[in-house]
Each structure stands twice: as C-alpha cells, then as structure tokens.
C-alpha cells in the first residue's frame, strides 16, 4: 500500500460532492491523481453507509491505479472494508488508540488537532500525521472550531516532528502565505474539486505554494 505522509508530497485534497459542479466522483478524483495529487481523503457527511462504501470502493481502485495514498474520513469500518491506506479522525471521534486497535500497525492514522496541547498528545497515542487548522475561516465542513491563524501553525512547524498538513480555508492566494509559515504540505476542497479546469488550479496551487516555499 502507498504509505504516503503529507511533507513527501504537497498536496492533499479532499473530496465533497457539494463543491464538485455536479461531477461524478469518478470524474473528479480521476483529474486529481492526473494532475498528480498523491493523497487523497474521501470525505462525505450526508451520504448513506452503502454509498459511501460504493464511492470508496471506486476510489480505492483509482487511487491504487495511480500510487497514490487514500485517506477515508472519519468512517473506520468503511475504510476497512477496502483496504484504504488510512484514516483522519478528529478530536472528538473514535481516539487514535482504539482506532490503532481496529486497523492494526500498517494502516495510516491522522488526527485533527488545533492547540498545542491536542499536538503534543498525538505521538502517545499514535497518531501518524496531523491536521493542522483550520488555518483560515471555512464553509467546508459543519461544526468547525474558530480558526487558528499562523501562530498554531508556526508554533506546531517549529516544535513538533510529526508530519502534518495545514488545512482550513487555503487558497490559492493564500497558500504561498501557509507555506512561508512552515507548511509543506497543504490540504484544499474548494479550489480543487469546484474549480472547472481541475489539473489547471492543481498547477496554479503547486506554484504558489513552492513561490512561498522559496520567499
């Protein structure tokens, strides 16, 4: 299985079929992976449980097609049940601990967090990578916390040696911005699956973000 970590590769997208201007899945994550998107997470939080499964199943094939990393959010049957390289839990899911004990050693956890003290608790409890935000304000998810702004950001870059990506709000005007804050891996929705020439605004986001990695 792709055992891929945000930091060896840039970008992380998610899907959401509300900001896919009425695309199939398929079409949507098919022109991620071709324009070179290397982790991609499936997320959907109005969708039964057989759709879901259906939907991953389809994205386990493409992503494996393409020696990317598949990420399933939140749902850790489902994600078992097609071999999906990882999962992201938040703060107030199932904890990583009892999830390490559903999936075994090799499948890929990450968890959200958005203070320190959530940073510094995940090695313990075994957490592969972080979530690190949402860095600006976000209509992308329901219940999201407040943003947490560089100062997380910066504070996470400079004291913690997990792998993590800044999600939350990024675009691509501002990702150039999170990447001189010390990101080097950056999740986007929106601009990703809602923009109507896909590889384009991958293109546009990668440029940005290495400008910002070089200032």
Same mark, same amino acid.
């Given at each position: ?8 590769? @840039? ?73 999906? #390289? ?6 107030? @899911? ?11 050693? @090799? $499948? ?19 957490? @592969? ?13 329901? #219940? ?9 950001? #910066? ?5 913690? #040696? ?26 986007? $929705? ?26």
């Amino acid at each position: 299985m792709p055992r891929i970590l945000p930091g060896e590769t @840039d970008i992380y997208a998610i899907t959401d079929s509300r900001l896919s201007l009425g695309r199939p899945l398929e079409e949507v994550a098919s022109a991620l992976l071709g324009a070179g998107v290397r982790i991609l997470q499936y997320r959907e939080k109005c969708f039964k449980g057989g759709e879901m499964l259906e939907e991953c199943r389809l994205l386990r094939r493409l992503t494996k097609e393409a020696g990317a990393c598949f990420i399933v959010n939140d749902h850790i049957d489902i994600a078992m049940l097609v071999k999906a #390289d990882g999962v992201h839990v938040g703060q107030e @899911d199932l904890p990583v601990p009892e999830v390490r004990s559903l999936v075994g050693p @090799d $499948v890929i956890i990450g968890l959200s967090t958005h203070e320190p003290e959530q940073a510094l608790a995940a090695r313990g409890l075994g957490a @592969d990578y972080l979530g690190v935000g949402p860095i600006f304000a976000t209509q992308t998810k329901e #219940d999201v916390v407040a943003p947490v702004g560089f100062d997380y950001l #910066d504070w996470v870059a400079a004291n913690i #040696d997990l792998p993590f990506v800044a999600i939350g709000g990024i675009k691509t005007h501002n990702i150039g911005d999170v990447a001189r804050h010390g990101a080097h891996c950056c999740c986007l $929705v929106s601009e990703l699956v809602g923009a109507p020439d896909i590889a384009a605004s991958v293109r546009a986001v990668r440029e940005a973000m290495a400008e910002g990695l070089r200032g």
